[in-house]
Structure formats: C-alpha cells, structure tokens
C-alpha cells in the first residue's frame, strides 16, 4: 500500500544552493515553471512509498503576537520543503498543470551575490542570505494578493531555520551576522501569513547525489554527500516541530512522480485529500 498518514504532535534549506528559479519579477515568474527535468525521477526500490504526516496547526514562537498580512479567505496556499535535489519545483510545476494553481518558484538565476558566495562563503554568506530574504518576503506578499489556489517552492521559515542556522553552526556566518539576520527575519515573518500546508519531500542521500548529477547545476556537483545529510537532519528537526500549518510528508525514493504516471496520480490524489481535510489518515492505493 502507499500510505498516507498523519503525525499529530503539537509545537514549535543556507548555503545558496536552491534549485533554480527563473530568473523574472516576481510577477512576471508567477506563471512560467521551470524546466521538467527527468534527473528528478526516483530509481524503483522495494517496499511502499509513505505519504505522511499531517501534523496540527499551531503557532512558532516567533509568529506570537503577528500582523499577518490579509490573504484570501479560504485559498489554498501549498508549500513544498525539502532537501537539494529533491524534486521541489518539479513537484510544484506539476501542481500548477494538474490543479490550475498558481505556481511561485525559488529565484536563483539572478542572484547578484550567488558566484561570490561559492568563492568564499564566510564574506560572502550573509549577503546572499539577506538577498534570499528580501526576494523571499516579497514573494509572500505576492502570494498574499493571489485569487487563485498558490503553490510555492521552499518557504522564507526554510531559509531560517534549516539554512542560516546550518550557516552559523559552521561558522560562516558570525554571531554577529546571525543575530542581524534573525532580528530582521522574526520582524518580516510577522506581516506574513503561514501557508495553509506543507508538503515535505525526502529522500536518501544516494538518491539525491544521483539525481543532482543529472541536473545541468555546475555548482551543484561539488556537494559533499555529508552536507546532504546535514540538511537532512535539520529538515527533520525543524519540521518535527512546525505547527504553523500542517506537514504532509511524502518519502521518495521509490516514488518517481516525475515520469511514472501512477506514481502522479497517487501523489496529486493525496495532495487533493489533504488541502480539503487535513484529518483523515486513510491509506490509498499503491500506483498501478
């Protein structure tokens, strides 16, 4: 069986290598996916894939007291998290052709700070954080003007949580910059509304260097497999405690739905069960 189930527990991805965006204004990337890559599909392995937890909505300690901006009552605004490679934004691109929601995706193309940062992390890693912030908020005030059902392509809580504070506890980023960057992140995250889910992707590390040595990323190649598996750590730490919004979480190495049609179809099923209840745990199908 592919299973869907939901974790109940109650709270609470940097160093710049993001999956590319487009590179446009944030209006003008609204509507244009990125390109279907196939290095995103999964190598078959034995046993189910899990579609998982739902946990309940709560609040982080840093939303308390929040001018959350006013979005669209009732809307739907889905955000995919998880680990490079993963297969975030074909995920996304999916959702936006199958369910005709408005897709919004991770900007890398035009980071002005990007080529630097990877000759020199500790001068230059601040800096590209601050960039990813800034395009980060206003890509949330974008999505908050939306009509249309939204799914996006990582979170600004993400960049915080699983990238800058990987960031410091390598120290390339100083207390001192650490401290700046929380401050501005807790006062900018105030005036945003969480997303109404969370669809975290995993996957084993093998399985992500294989599929990031598919992808036409240089930069990307030089990723140790042990960074990987740092991530993967404070992905699971992080949204161990996320009560923001719900957190469906779907495994994928065995879940090629990029280029199997079944394994599509089941995943846009659960994504559709879930946006309309959040409670149920009943099992579906596995792909035929």
Not at 103 to 125: K, M, S, T, V
Request: proline residues 6%; aromatic residues 10%.
């Amino acid at each position: 069986m592919l299973v869907g189930y939901l974790r109940g527990r109650p709270l609470s991805e940097g160093t710049g290598n993001r999956e590319q965006g487009t590179g446009q204004s944030v209006k003008e990337r609204c509507g244009r996916p990125p390109f279907f890559k196939k290095s995103v599909g999964f190598k078959k392995s034995v046993g189910a894939p899990r579609v998982g937890a739902l946990r309940q909505r709560g609040s982080l300690k840093y939303m308390r007291g929040s001018a959350m901006s006013a979005e669209k009552p009732g809307r739907q605004h889905i955000t995919v998290a998880g680990n490079i490679g993963v297969g975030k934004s074909t995920l996304v691109r999916l959702l936006a052709e199958e369910l005709g929601w408005q897709p919004y995706y991770e900007i890398a193309e035009d980071h002005p700070y990007l080529n630097d940062y990877y000759g020199d992390r500790e001068r230059w890693g601040f800096h590209s954080q601050i960039w990813f912030l800034a395009e980060r908020h206003e890509q949330h005030q974008a999505i908050a003007e939306e009509d249309r059902p939204v799914c996006q392509d990582r979170s600004i809580y993400e960049d915080y949580e699983v990238f800058v504070k990987g960031l410091r506890e390598q120290n390339i980023l100083s207390e001192r910059d650490f401290r700046t960057y929380q401050k501005l992140f807790f006062t900018l995250v105030r005036g945003i509304r969480p997303p109404t889910l969370m669809i975290y992707l995993r996957a084993s590390v093998p399985a992500l260097v294989e599929r990031i040595s598919g992808r036409a990323r240089g930069y990307e190649q030089a990723i140790p497999p042990a960074y990987l598996h740092s991530l993967e750590q404070r992905y699971d730490a992080w949204l161990g405690s996320f009560t923001l919004c719900p957190v469906l979480t779907i495994e994928t190495d065995s879940l090629d739905f990029a280029n199997d049609s079944a394994a599509r179809r089941a995943v846009l099923a659960r994504v559709r069960q879930v946006s309309t209840d959040d409670t149920d745990v009943r099992p579906i199908p596995r792909p035929a």
